[in-house]
């Protein structure tokens, strides 16, 4: 199980999702954002896997764009 690149799935991620990327206090992914990126990607997310302070970076800069 792998992350796959935030910029494959951040722009498809839902509103509810994104907030919780952004105001999570773990860099580890909840079950629903996990399920999102699944559905988005087809890529099974595990429990352990979290995210970099790149990916935290990417996704601060591209909050603002509305979800696909």
């Not at 722009?11 to 699944?38: F, N, T, W, Y």
């Amino acid at each position: 199980m792998t992350l796959p690149p935030i910029s494959d799935w951040w722009s498809e991620l839902s509103g509810d999702a994104r907030r919780s990327v952004l105001d999570g206090d773990s860099p580890h992914l909840d079950a629903d954002v996990r399920e999102e990126i699944r559905v988005i990607t087809g890529a099974v997310v595990g429990m352990v896997e979290s995210l970099t302070d790149d990916d935290l970076d990417y996704a601060r800069a591209h909050a603002e764009e509305p979800a696909d």
